[in-house]
């Protein structure tokens, strides 16, 4: 029974440079959502699929920010050109298996350190 | 206005000893559903118990429970007989269903870190 996988799980990068970080669902869920983590605060909404389609996107998902999931099954979100205030945790999770509750489960997280 | 407020930055439980975790939340939404999450310090976020607005009882898994005040728009964790393992962050969050499939996006609180001294 696998959960949520992501990858990597730290990064490193230099301002203005593009990063992009890959999230595999549990595999019967339909429902995948990207989330972010500052140091002290709780996890922020950015983004939501059901299958392939983006049907929610937060206002913090800039213009430099972009999630896909192609085939319905694993998702990657981009950053381009890197600001310092990126630096985060980016949290995905999945939902879907067929639960009234739709309950979310979450991924390890990847740890991004814009310097 | 913040939807979802935990007014404990930390606190300290005995081992053994149970433990309340606060947190109000604010709604207009009738339809909303009300989750208790721990991050230990590996950071993976663990679903820990859920809450429906129409639920008549109070939710219960394992060691955990959830007092549910409804007239108060509260919903907290109680952690009874706490571990060292308990030793995390807890983070309420809420999803507001609204009418028909809602949003599914989760709002949560600022978190509560938990210590659980030997």
């Known amino acids: 029974d696998t959960g949520v996988s992501q990858d990597p799980r730290h990064k490193i990068t230099k301002r203005g440079q593009n990063v992009t970080f890959r999230c595999d669902p549990i595999?019967?869920?339909?429902?995948l959502y990207w989330y972010r983590q500052t140091l002290g605060q709780g996890p922020e909404f950015l983004t939501y699929?059901?299958?392939?389609?983006?049907?929610?996107k937060s206002r913090l998902l800039s213009d430099r920010f972009s999630a896909e999931r192609p085939k319905g099954s694993f998702s990657t979100l981009e950053i381009q050109r890197t600001e310092q205030g990126d630096s985060a945790m980016y949290l995905c999770?999945?939902?879907?298996?067929?639960?009234?509750?739709?309950?979310?489960?979450f991924g390890p997280g990847t740890r991004l350190t814009v310097l | 206005a913040q939807k979802i407020t935990q007014t404990q930055p930390g606190m300290f439980v005995q081992e053994k000893e149970a433990v309340t975790l606060d947190c109000t939340y604010d709604?207009?939404?009738?339809?909303?559903?009300l989750f208790w999450y721990k991050q230990p310090s590996s950071g993976e976020m663990i679903f820990l118990i859920y809450q429906g607005s129409y639920d008549q009882q109070n939710a219960t898994e394992g060691r955990y429970s959830l007092n549910f005040q409804k007239a108060r728009k509260s919903a907290n964790l109680v952690i009874s007989a706490s571990q060292l393992g308990d030793s995390a962050m807890y983070f309420c969050a809420m999803r507001e269903l609204g009418s028909g499939a809602g949003s599914y996006q989760l709002t949560f609180g600022k978190g509560t870190k938990l210590s659980v001294i030997p």
């Open positions: 699929f059901q299958n392939e389609a983006q049907l929610e």
């Open positions: 709604t207009s939404d009738p339809s909303y559903g």
């Open positions: 999770a999945s939902s879907g298996g067929g639960t009234r509750v739709d309950t979310q489960y």
């Open positions: 595999s019967e869920h339909n429902r």
